[in-house]
């Protein structure tokens, strides 16, 4: 059977976040505690862009690793995998300066049910919010 030769393209967006992640988790297979930023439509799946990451106060320098979870247990580690990580600066919270954020393309389809899950090496104080945009087939 030949592959698909017709571009596909997503039909409704698709924008999902973590609010508050300030807690750090040193595994790096995806275990442990982690938070969920996006979830693939579970019936054709989902294509993740870019995640947005902005610090909400002051925080130490950190890492943030992402993780594809298959959309079971992640206390399995078989069932995630570390698909990228982006250094995060120590920031300090102003009234007068804005405080920088970063993306973080991605550019990936997530199948049916699978999950895009985040971690911090370090807690910090503040936190920060990730936000993911995507959208479904």
Known sequence: MPGNTSPIFSKVARVEWAGGITAANTAKDGTGTVDTVFT??????????????????TNVAS???????NGASNATAANNALIAELSLPATTLSEVAALSGNELPLN??????Y???????????????VTGFGGDY
Not at 49 to 55: G, S
């Open 115 to 129: 999950r895009v899950q985040v971690t911090l090496g370090t807690a910090v104080a503040g936190g920060y919010a």
């Open 63 to 69: 890492v943030l690793r992402v993780f594809l979870n």
């Open 40 to 57: 693939a439509d579970a019936t054709n799946g989902s294509y993740l862009q870019k995640l947005v990451v902005r610090p909400k106060g």
């Open 108 to 113: 990936i389809p997530v199948p049916p049910g």
